[in-house]
């Protein structure tokens, strides 16, 4: 469990994040989106202690993070930037963070497993492609067994394989009950991994929701309709309360009514379908909407 | 699976012994320190030989030493990126990430760093000293002189506080090029501007609580060697360990408050 509350950043003039008040639930992905520069990434460094917000609380798992006796065990995160000394072997590194906490060199082996980064666990972390440096952070936030999981845009570099790698990964994690949050300026990852949307624009809240509800909240339905007796099938329409609008000659787009009950309406007409296309609106169009304005960087 | 402290040093102490630039640094430290003491010490030979006049315990004693007022800066910016490497490469978020409340690293990186340097710096100086005096035979100062034994701890320990000096001058300024500049200017420039600008008899009082000068006297049989009137050994140790002192209790205070 993750809440932030009236959770704000300045930098000198500048506000990164505004009062930003949102509670991530365990047992499920939480998406964290937003336009880059919205302050997700210094959000998230606020929950963990590595920014002091200028006013507001974070806590994890009901308390401060710094105020646990086991931070790691309590949350593992993986920043956007690099956290690797550049001299020091994958291994090397995630042992040295291990000791702090006691944690064995089994679990450390294990995670290197988790990742698939044995093979090059004993190179220096300097030499790593971007993607193993994503792993090697994955495989640091999983460290201590955290009940909660914080990954600040992890599919950055990765191969098509990583990506469906970490999209299954978070989903166990999730279905282990674990917390999980996830940053990304991309709607369609988010789309595929979360079942929550936390979504911010300029440091502000602009959306706390599920994916279905987006949907069906910023955009109406439409269905799409391609009948050889178009202007007939539109008066059977209208007269049941549908909205309907011809977009060209046996063409029309329909809304207020599902694809069932057109097809039911055109069959008791005796009218022929052609087409019934229920359109939904898609999420990324949604998202647009949401972020349209909110917009930092063009 | 509960963060302690002794874990936490447990772990600084495994990214100390983890990088090979701490071999590679310490190592060349090691050996050029040594090397040159016995050059100095055959060039002190040698001048003896052309009728110089033998050297007295005190001056044998500080040319063993001479070495170790250069190499000093070496030790000093290996103390200085102990913290600003962890920041020049972004392990610094790993690090207060697994220990949030921040000031147990800055304990452990110098107590593990101490732990390293106090044998290390022991074997050096001492070697230092017997090579040097091996140079010189009969002239030689020997260990069972007076002063001797002390001198040789004071070299060595003057070594190992200046490292914990740069520690505390990395964490305060984070950022390896400044802390650098800032340590040689500490250490050096300024001392030496100082050392030139003040009028004599105010010079000693001053001269002798800059780092570099109290590092010398601490190996000081005599008093001798130095061009300023010093504290003795025992209260230039504590001049020593009061900056190093201070600059880490800054450089934590600092830490704590600032974002990573």
Not at chain 1, 228 to 257: C, I, K, N, Q
Request: charged content about 15%; proline content about 5%.
């Amino acid at each position: 469990m993750i809440e932030a509350q009236a959770l704000s950043k300045r930098y000198g003039g500048t506000v990164a994040v505004d009062a930003l008040s949102f509670a991530v639930k365990p047992g499920q992905v939480t998406g964290f989106l937003g336009p880059n520069g919205a302050g997700k990434s210094t959000t998230m460094r606020m929950i963990v202690g590595l920014d002091h917000p200028t006013s507001g609380t974070a806590t994890v798992n009901g308390r401060p993070y710094r105020a646990h006796p086991d931070p790691l065990r309590q949350a593992g995160v993986l920043l956007d930037a690099r956290s690797v000394h550049k001299g020091r072997s994958a291994r090397g590194h995630l042992l040295a963070l291990a000791h702090t906490h006691g944690i064995p060199a089994t679990r450390v082996e294990e995670v290197l497993g988790l990742v698939g980064l044995e093979p090059v666990a004993h190179r220096r972390a300097g030499g790593f492609s971007l993607g193993m440096g994503q792993r090697l952070g994955i495989a640091a936030a999983l460290l201590g067994d955290p009940a909660v999981i914080i990954l600040d845009e992890p599919v950055n570099g990765l191969d098509p394989d990583g990506v469906l790698w970490i999209r299954n990964l978070l989903k166990d994690l999730a279905a282990e009950g674990r917390t999980v949050l996830v940053s990304s300026h991309l709607m369609s990852e988010m789309a595929v991994t979360a079942e929550h949307l936390v979504i911010v624009g300029r440091g502000r809240l602009l959306a706390d929701t599920t994916v279905a509800e987006l949907i069906a909240r910023v955009a109406v339905g439409t269905v799409v309709v391609r009948s050889p007796d178009a202007t007939a099938l539109r008066d059977a329409l209208t007269a049941t309360g549908a909205v309907v609008t011809g977009v060209e000659p046996g063409l029309l787009h329909v809304t207020a009514a599902t694809a069932e009950h057109i097809g039911d309406v055109a069959r008791a007409a005796g009218i022929a379908l052609h087409e019934l296309t229920p359109r939904r609106a898609s999420l990324e169009e949604a998202y647009m909407e949401l972020t349209g304005s909110e917009v930092e960087y063009r | 699976m509960r963060l302690t402290f002794p874990r936490v040093l447990r772990s600084e102490w495994s990214k100390l012994l983890s990088l090979r630039s701490t071999w590679l640094t310490l190592g060349v430290m090691a050996v050029v320190t040594v090397g040159l003491a016995g050059a100095v010490g055959y060039g002190v030979h040698r001048s003896v030989l052309g009728g110089g006049g033998a050297p007295d315990v005190a001056r044998a004693v500080s040319a063993g030493f001479l070495p170790v007022d250069f190499v000093v800066l070496v030790v000093g910016v290996f103390g200085v990126l102990q913290m600003t490497g962890e920041y020049g490469t972004g392990s610094i978020r790993s690090t207060l990430t697994a220990v949030p409340r921040r000031w147990p690293v800055v304990c452990a990186k110098a107590v593990a760093q101490a732990a390293l340097t106090v044998p290390l710096m022991t074997v050096v100086c001492l070697g230092s000293f017997l090579v040097c005096q091996a140079f010189l035979g009969a002239d030689g100062a020997s260990l069972g002189d007076p002063q001797v034994p002390r001198a040789v701890a004071g070299a060595a320990a003057g070594l190992v506080l200046t490292g914990l000096l740069g520690l505390g001058v990395g964490t305060l300024l984070r950022h390896s090029a400044g802390a650098i500049t800032a340590l040689v200017a500490a250490m050096f420039v300024g001392p030496a501007l100082l050392g030139a600008a003040l009028p004599a008899d105010r010079a000693d009082d001053v001269m002798r609580f800059v780092p570099t000068v109290a590092a010398q006297a601490m190996y000081s049989v005599d008093g001798s060697g130095n061009p300023f009137k010093t504290f003795s050994p025992a209260v230039s140790a504590l001049v020593l360990a009061g900056w190093v002192a201070l600059l880490l209790l800054a450089g934590t205070l600092v830490l704590r408050r600032r974002d990573a």
